[in-house]
């Protein structure tokens, strides 16, 4: 490993990639979704059940590096009760900051993989749960 990935692939990094373990595949749950990085291969599938419009559980299946993987835990610890509005938003002050153009997004944790920000052949991998979490939050039935 280089420096410069050594200070991407931090302890805290690594653990959160290992950490996806708390939250397996979950076939079960009515709602699913992918996401996969043009740039990288990466890609993640992700379950989701929702109550009220707010996230209420979630499974996933990721093949990505550890920043994939990283980002997959911390958005999965941090979606319970989230509505599709919160979560789009979030992705695009995400894409904002990955740009250049604005604060890192006030999701938690996200500061544990601030540092991929200077790798952009990681930008795809970091926001694979937020994308498959909207593909799967948009194929929910709308009332009425």
């Known amino acids: 490993m280089t420096a410069s990935t050594t200070a991407l692939y931090t302890p805290q990094v690594l653990a959160l990639a290992t950490s996806l373990a708390q939250f397996p595949a979950r076939p079960d749950l009515p709602l699913h979704g992918s996401a996969r990085s043009i740039a990288c291969g990466s890609s993640l599938n992700m379950d989701l059940a929702?109550?009220?419009?707010?996230?209420?559980?979630?499974?996933?299946?990721?093949?990505?590096?550890?920043?994939?993987?990283?980002?997959?835990?911390?958005?999965?610890?941090?979606?319970?009760?989230r509505s599709k509005?919160?979560?789009?938003?979030?992705?695009?002050?995400l894409e904002a900051?990955?740009?250049?153009?604005?604060?890192?997004?006030?999701?938690?944790?996200?500061e544990q993989i601030a540092a991929a920000r200077n790798f952009p052949g990681r930008h795809g991998a970091m926001l694979l749960p937020w994308k498959a979490a909207l593909d799967a939050l948009s194929s929910e039935a709308t009332p009425g």
Not at 55 to 69: D, F, P, Y
Not at 85 to 93: N, P
Not at 97 to 110: I, K, N, Q, S, V
């Open 50 to 81: 929702v109550v009220d419009g707010a996230v209420a559980a979630i499974g996933l299946s990721t093949h990505a590096c550890a920043i994939g993987q990283a980002a997959a835990a911390i958005f999965a610890s941090h979606a319970s009760g």
């Open 85 to 93: 509005a919160e979560i789009t938003a979030s992705l695009c002050d």
């Open 97 to 110: 900051w990955l740009a250049g153009a604005a604060a890192l997004p006030a999701w938690p944790m996200l």
